[in-house]
Structure formats: C-alpha cells, structure tokens
C-alpha cells in the first residue's frame, strides 16, 4: 500500500468536491480521461470508466466509500489480466482540516495478483514517485481554481 499525503489552501468542502467528481479532472487521478457511467450525482457505488491510454489496460471504478467532506474510496470492479498475473486497484482518500488547509491523505493498493506479484517492489517505487506527483497536480488545480 502506498500512501502519501498534502496540505492544500482551500476548505475541505470543495477539495471533496473535485475528488468526487473525477470525470471533470481526470489527469489528477493520472488518467487521460474518465467517464462517469451512472445517472445523477456522485456517491457510494457511482462506476467510472477510467482510460488508461493502454490497450486492454482500462478500468472500471466505484466508490466503496463516500462521505462528504471527509472520506472517499475507490476500487476497481474487475483485474486487469495481464499474462499470468492480475492487477485490481484499490484507494481512497482522508480529508481533515488543519487550520485553515484541509490535509489530504491518498492510499492507494495495485492489487497485484498471481506472477505479477514479483513486481510489486517496481510498482511500489513507481507509485512513490507518482504518488506526490498527483497530489501536487490535485493541489494546484484546487487552489488555482
């Protein structure tokens, strides 16, 4: 599991707005792009298509946890099948003011699974680099904004 965390100059209100509503932003969450496939607002169980850029690599997310302000979590529906391993992520993100920031906390788990777990120390260092990398981008999104 790799976690990583950001204080960010705006309530905790609208930074939980942008997460739930990834479809609008989806180069935070490093997808090219993400489309909602569920009717009405975002909240527990609404299902995204996420387009990897890769072929074969795409994924479908729901939220397995939402409560404004404070906590949402995703996972994938189905793994990704790849050779004779599997990945199916799983994530979420902690929200908590400090003063007048709101802290954001992000885990996120590859779900490795079969022979592709031999790569889990790769991915691991990779979703390090990555992982502050997209709070960063998240971060002047919603403070430019």
Same mark, same amino acid.
């Given at each position: 599991?790799?976690?990583?965390? !950001?204080? !960010? ?23 090219? *792009? ?20 890769? @072929? ?18 995703? *996972?994938?529906? %189905?793994? !990704? ?15 908590? @003011? ?7 906390? *992000? %885990?996120?788990? @590859? ?9 889990? @120390? ?19 999104? !919603?403070?430019?904004?």
């Amino acid at each position: 599991m790799d976690e990583a965390e !950001i204080l !960010i100059a705006r309530p905790m209100a609208e930074v939980f707005a942008v997460l739930a509503e990834p479809e609008r932003n989806p180069q935070v969450l490093g997808f090219p *792009r993400i489309t909602k496939l569920d009717e009405g607002p975002a909240g527990l169980g609404t299902r995204y298509h996420a387009e990897t850029g890769e @072929p074969g690599m795409d994924l479908t997310l729901v939220w397995t946890e939402f409560e404004p302000p404070r906590r949402l979590a995703f *996972r994938a529906e %189905s793994a !990704i099948h790849m050779g004779a391993g599997t990945i199916q992520p799983e994530g979420g993100y902690t929200l908590e @003011p400090v003063l007048d920031l709101t802290r954001l906390r *992000r %885990s996120f788990d @590859p779900g490795i699974g079969g022979f592709a777990r031999f790569l889990n @120390p790769v991915l691991s260092r990779l979703l390090r680099m990555g992982g502050p990398t997209d709070l960063n981008r998240l971060k002047d999104l !919603i403070e430019s904004g």
